[in-house]
C-alpha cells in the first residue's frame, strides 16, 4: 500500500499508485528493462497514432517519443488526430490501415478489440517489463484471453477540484458528506458562485458523474456488475444513482450539454465557479501554470457509510499495437522502453497532471496536485476505470445519449424512462 510520497532534491520517488492500493508486484529476476536493463533494439521506422491532441498533452507525448527514439534507434512519425474523433473512429481505424502503434485505454476498452483480433499480443514484451508493475496494472493490461496487449504511461483521479483562494476567502470548508455537499453548493449559488462547473457537450464528462454517485451509492462491485450487464439497468440502485444526481443537478452549471469541458474548467478557474469534478488530467493540464498553486482537490463525499469514499474512477491510459500494424518488431521495441520507469519519468517532466504507474517511478518536478493524486489513488480499495473503458463501446455510447436526456430534464418520469430504454439496449448489446 502506498504510505505516501518521499520528496528530495525536487525528486519524488513514487509507489505503485492506483493500482497498488489493490494489489502487490512481485518483481521477477531479469525483468526489469530500461538502460541499465537492455532495451531491444529497434531500428527502422514506424508511425504512430495519437489521440493526444490537447496541447498540453501532445507535448508531453512528444517529449516520450522523442526519449523512445534514442532508446530504439526507430524513427517514429506522430500521426495525431482530435480525441473524441479518435475514440469515435477506432474500430474502422483498427479494422483499415492503422498505425504501428496507437495510443488508447485499458481494461474493457482495450479487451473489447483484443477479443476481435485486431490487437497484437505483446507477451513477449511483457516477459521483459513485468517487473516495473504491480499486478494490478498487469491484470488491466491483459485480454480476456490472459494475454497482454497493453502498455500503460500514467493514470489519473476524477475529484473534486477547487480554488484554494476562493474557500479562504469565503470560509467555505471541504465537504466530506453528500448533505455538506448539497449545502455548500448552496451556499455558493447565495454568493454568486456556479457551485460546479458542469459540461458535456462531448458526452463522456457525464460518465464520470453517474459512476462516482454510483460507486458512492452501491459500492464498487455492484458498479463493475452493472457495467457486465450482471445487475439490470431497471434495479433499484440505478434509480438511487439517478435520484441521487436529481438532487445534485442544480447546483450544476446551466446548458451543460452545450458547453465543452474546457470551458466549464475555465468557469473554474476565473472563479466564476467554485467546484468542478473532473479528471485531474483535463482540469489541472488547462490552468494556467501561473494559476495552478491555487488549485486543489478533494475525494468526491460520502454517501452511502458502508462504502465511504472508498473508490474512485482512476483510469490508466497507454498503447497498444495494432494486429495490421506494418512493423511490428520495431514497434515492439518501442513500447518494451516505454514499459519503464525512465519512459514515465521523461514523460513526466512535461505532464504536470497524470501520475506515473511504473514500480520504483522517480517523477521529476511532481507538483502539489500529482502528489495528492498519487495519495489519494493509494487509499483506494478499488478504482474504476471510467463507464467508457468499463463496459462495452455499444452500450457507453447508449449511455451517453440517456444520461444527456436525464440532463435536460431529470424528471421521475426521464429516469424511469431512461431505465428501460438502458435495459432494453442492454439485453440486445449483451445477447
Known amino acids: 500500500m502506498l504510505k505516501g510520497v ?22 521477477k529476476s531479469g525483468s526489469t528493462s530500461g ?26 507525448f512528444a517529449a516520450l517519443v522523442t526519449s523512445a527514439t534514442a532508446a530504439t534507434k526507430t524513427k517514429i512519425s506522430i500521426n495525431t488526430t482530435d480525441h473524441n474523433t479518435f475514440q469515435n473512429n477506432i474500430s474502422n481505424y483498427l479494422q483499415g490501415t492503422p498505425d504501428d502503434l496507437a495510443t488508447w485505454f ?20 511483457w516477459n521483459k517489463i513485468g517487473g516495473n508493475f504491480s499486478d494490478a496494472v498487469k491484470k488491466l493490461s491483459k485480454g480476456a484471453d490472459g494475454k497482454y496487449y497493453f502498455v500503460p504511461i500514467y493514470n489519473y483521479p476524477w475529484v473534486v477540484f477547487y480554488n484554494k483562494s476562493v474557500f479562504k476567502s469565503k470560509g467555505y470548508a471541504v465537504p466530506t458528506t453528500w448533505d455538506q455537499f448539497l449545502a455548500l453548493g448552496t ?27 454510483n460507486l458512492r451509492v452501491n459500492g464498487y462491485d455492484y458498479h463493475i456488475k452493472l457495467m ?16 441521487h444526481w436529481a438532487q445534485l443537478l442544480p447546483n450544476c452549471q446551466k446548458g451543460a450539454t452545450g458547453r465543452l469541458w474546457q470551458d466549464a474548467a475555465k468557469a473554474l478557474e476565473n472563479k466564476q465557479a467554485g467546484m468542478m469534478f473532473q479528471g485531474s488530467n483535463q482540469v489541472a493540464a488547462n490552468y494556467a501554470p501561473t494559476n495552478l498553486a491555487d488549485l486543489d482537490f478533494f475525494p468526491f463525499p460520502q454517501i452511502n457509510p458502508e462504502f465511504g469514499t472508498d473508490f ?7 498503447f497498444m499495437l495494432p494486429k495490421k500494424a506494418k512493423h511490428q518488431a520495431a514497434a515492439k521495441a518501442v513500447l518494451e522502453y516505454i514499459g519503464t520507469p525512465t519512459a514515465e519519468s521523461t514523460f513526466l517532466k512535461t505532464d504536470k497532471w497524470d501520475i506515473g504507474v511504473a514500480n520504483g517511478l522517480v517523477a521529476p518536478t511532481y507538483n502539489d496536485i500529482q502528489k495528492k493524486a498519487v495519495a489519494e489513488v493509494g ?45 432494453a439496449q442492454a439485453k440486445t448489446i449483451f445477447q
Open 106 to 125: 485499458a481494461g474493457y476498452r482495450m479487451q473489447f478489440f483484443a477479443a476481435q483480433n485486431l490487437l497484437t499480443p505483446l507477451d513477449d514484451v
Open 6 to 27: 518521499a520528496a528530495g532534491a525536487g525528486l519524488a520517488v513514487v509507489g505503485p499508485t492506483l493500482l497498488a492500493a489493490c494489489s502487490s508486484s512481485k518483481k
Open 379 to 423: 487509499k483506494c480499495k478499488n478504482v474504476a476505470q471510467f463507464m467508457d473503458r468499463d463496459t462495452v463501446p455499444d452500450m457507453a455510447t447508449a449511455m451517453i445519449k440517456l444520461i444527456q436526456q436525464f440532463i435536460e430534464n431529470p424528471s421521475s418520469g426521464t429516469i424511469s424512462s431512461i431505465q428501460k430504454s438502458a435495459e
Open 228 to 243: 457486465k450487464h450482471e445487475i439490470p439497468w431497471t434495479d433499484k440502485g440505478v434509480k438511487d444513482v439517478f435520484d
Open 35 to 60: 538502460p541499465t536493463g537492455g532495451v531491444a533494439a529497434g531500428g527502422g521506422s514506424i508511425t504512430f497514432g495519437s489521440n493526444y491532441s490537447d496541447p498540453s498533452t501532445k507535448a508531453a
Open 312 to 318: 474512485m474512477d482512476a483510469p490508466a491510459d497507454g
Open 187 to 213: 451556499q455558493m449559488k447565495k454568493d454568486g458562485l456556479i457551485p460546479l462547473a458542469f459540461a458535456d457537450k462531448d458526452g463522456w464528462p457525464a460518465l464520470g458523474t453517474f459512476d462516482i454517485i
